[in-house]
């Protein structure tokens, strides 16, 4: 039961991402600049919630927290380089080393951002980090 409360998320969030990357992309500005920021910032999010999910099914596996956040951050570029390449298949969408690199970086930036600084968190995060067994 423990394997599903851990790893189903991350799972579910790859499929969610592995789906999105399926459709064509619209403008999500009439600015290239505006467009930009928008669909980057989405890379950015989507993959540093994808790496937490990860890091906390790691954790909750008993895999040490050094060795979790590394790991989730590899398997975030990983599954980001696949994507990618999914992409390459798909009409109207390419492949693109730049956004494996804004993929990797969320992911990061939540993992060794967040988590390292977790101390530092509001009570209140702090309480809800708990509750879902992240800290």
Known sequence: MKIFKFWLPPILWALVI??????????????????FLIKKTAHILEYGIFASMLYRAMI???????KAMWYSVLLAFLYGATDEFHQSFTPGR???????????????LFVFGLIKNMSKLPKYLKVFAKKIDLA
């Open 94 to 108: 390419g492949p693109s080393i730049r956004d494996v690199l804004i993929d990797t970086f969320g992911a990061g």
């Open 18 to 35: 592995f789906t999105f990357s399926s459709f064509q992309t619209a403008s999500a500005s009439k600015f290239y600049l505006g467009d």
């Open 60 to 66: 909750n596996s008993g895999l040490g927290k050094k």
